[in-house]
């Protein structure tokens, strides 16, 4: 039986794919140190939480030995003596009575459980998530996008997703509130590593030594390339979005051909909306701080820094995208220099399906 299994919930967008990617490149440095990641990769841990939440687009596509991804983990962490750690944020969003059913099944295989929540201050989640949905193939606009976030309306998964309080509320059931751990990310402007080291606190684990610089390429994008890819999307039939086109836009084109073709500016939460955002972040702060969690870092780092001045994708300019366009068309290898923003979509959209 386990020491002590740590399960790190998420919420998404709070440095989640930095943290794995470390723990996951130090794996056996960490094995050595007494903490175990069960499991072949981080594939593994998110069928997991596909299995644990009831996933069913995933699960369906799921052959036998996926199936039983989750009690094989499980398994693994009962016959290990340290500590152990399953990291994934689609464990943010499971129903109450899923989340009471893994803690039942890990309480099972370790002396204590411990859930880990990492938490990031709205004002940087918000633009962060519209670009990894439309990374997904959304085609909401920004402003729109901000705009039912901020009514509930028709965004709902966004929530489930990101309201830290009552993600703690479903993971904490049962459980001391010593043993449920709130990871703050630190604002912007602190080192890079701050939210590794604060993690490494969490689990009471000693890094020393441990590269902690990204491997991964920073495919982040601006607001004009966000909103270039918005509008390919636009034009995929909705019929041919698939899993397989999803895996070649967030793994190929992104990186290889869209990153990097207009010049880097990041775009901002617009000004007319932080004051809801500061307000509920208030409330959250003010919630948080109410329960007896173990808090690592700062609250108030969840609250949203003040407006910035700054454009959005909705200012992108059709000759901005034009031009985008035009060096993305370039370096997929097509012949034709479009002369309109039109054409040069029609080619990008023409290309994405038939290489998925």
Same mark, same amino acid.
């Given at each position: 039986?386990?020491?002590?299994?740590?399960?790190?919930?998420?919420?998404?967008?709070?440095?989640?794919?930095?943290?794995?990617?470390?723990?996951?490149?130090?794996? *056996?440095?960490?094995?050595?140190?007494?903490? +175990?990641?069960?499991?072949?990769?981080?594939?593994?841990?998110? !069928?997991?939480? #596909? +299995?644990?939440?009831?996933?069913? #687009?995933?699960?369906?596509?799921?052959?036998?030995?996926? +199936?039983?991804?989750?009690?094989?983990?499980?398994? =693994?962490?009962?016959?290990?003596?340290?500590?152990?750690?399953?990291?994934?944020?689609?464990?943010?969003? @499971?129903?109450?009575?899923?989340?009471?059913?893994?803690?039942?099944?890990?309480? #099972?295989?370790?002396?204590?459980?411990?859930?880990?929540?990492?938490?990031?201050?709205?004002?940087?989640?918000?633009?962060?998530?519209?670009?990894?949905?439309?990374?997904?193939?959304?085609?909401?606009?920004?402003?729109?996008?901000?705009?039912?976030?901020?009514?509930?309306?028709?965004?709902?998964?966004?929530?489930?997703?990101?309201?830290?309080?009552?993600?703690?509320?479903?993971?904490?059931?049962?459980?001391?509130?010593?043993?449920?751990?709130?990871?703050?990310?630190?604002?912007?402007? $602190?080192?890079?590593?701050?939210?590794?080291?604060?993690?490494?606190?969490?689990?009471?684990?000693?890094?020393?030594?441990?590269?902690?610089?990204?491997?991964?390429?920073?495919?982040?994008?601006?607001?004009?390339?966000?909103?270039?890819?918005?509008?390919?999307?636009?034009?995929?039939?909705?019929?041919?979005? @698939?899993?397989?086109?999803?895996?070649?836009?967030?793994?190929?084109?992104?990186?290889?051909?869209?990153?990097? @073709?207009?010049?880097?500016?990041?775009?901002?939460?617009?000004?007319?909306?932080?004051?809801?955002?500061?307000?509920?972040?208030?409330?959250?702060?003010? =919630?948080?701080?109410?329960?007896?969690?173990?808090?690592?870092?700062?609250?108030?780092?969840?609250?949203?820094?003040?407006?910035?001045?700054?454009?959005?994708?909705? *200012?992108?300019? *059709?000759?901005?995208?034009?031009?985008? $366009?035009?060096?993305?068309?370039?370096?997929?290898?097509?012949?034709?220099?479009?002369? !309109?923003? *039109? =054409?040069?979509?029609?080619?990008?959209? $023409?290309?994405?399906?038939?290489?998925?």
């Amino acid at each position: 039986m386990a020491r002590r299994v740590f399960l790190h919930v998420g919420t998404a967008k709070s440095g989640t794919t930095y943290l794995q990617d470390l723990w996951w490149r130090h794996r *056996d440095e960490l094995r050595e140190r007494g903490l +175990l990641l069960p499991g072949t990769g981080r594939r593994e841990h998110f !069928t997991a939480a #596909a +299995l644990v939440k009831g996933m069913t #687009a995933h699960v369906e596509r799921l052959d036998e030995h996926e +199936l039983a991804t989750w009690p094989r983990l499980v398994d =693994e962490t009962g016959s290990w003596a340290g500590d152990v750690l399953l990291s994934n944020e689609h464990f943010a969003d @499971s129903p109450p009575d899923a989340a009471a059913a893994a803690l039942a099944d890990l309480a #099972a295989a370790a002396d204590e459980v411990h859930v880990v929540i990492t938490a990031r201050d709205l004002g940087r989640v918000l633009p962060s998530a519209w670009q990894q949905r439309v990374k997904m193939g959304a085609r909401q606009p920004y402003r729109r996008f901000l705009a039912t976030v901020r009514r509930g309306e028709d965004d709902q998964k966004f929530w489930r997703y990101q309201d830290v309080t009552a993600i703690a509320d479903r993971w904490s059931a049962g459980l001391p509130s010593d043993r449920v751990h709130l990871a703050v990310v630190p604002p912007s402007g $602190a080192p890079r590593d701050e939210l590794w080291s604060r993690t490494a606190a969490v689990l009471g684990l000693d890094v020393t030594g441990l590269d902690t610089e990204s491997r991964r390429p920073n495919d982040s994008l601006g607001l004009v390339e966000a909103e270039l890819l918005r509008r390919v999307n636009e034009r995929v039939p909705r019929p041919r979005r @698939s899993p397989a086109l999803t895996r070649h836009v967030k793994g190929t084109f992104v990186p290889e051909a869209l990153a990097g @073709s207009a010049e880097r500016e990041s775009f901002v939460l617009p000004a007319r909306h932080h004051a809801w955002v500061l307000e509920r972040s208030q409330a959250t702060v003010a =919630e948080l701080g109410a329960r007896a969690y173990d808090v690592v870092g700062d609250l108030v780092d969840l609250l949203p820094a003040d407006p910035r001045a700054g454009r959005t994708p909705d *200012d992108a300019t *059709d000759a901005e995208l034009l031009a985008a $366009a035009t060096t993305v068309v370039a370096r997929l290898g097509v012949a034709t220099v479009p002369a !309109t923003l *039109d =054409e040069a979509l029609d080619l990008v959209t $023409a290309d994405l399906l038939r290489r998925s």
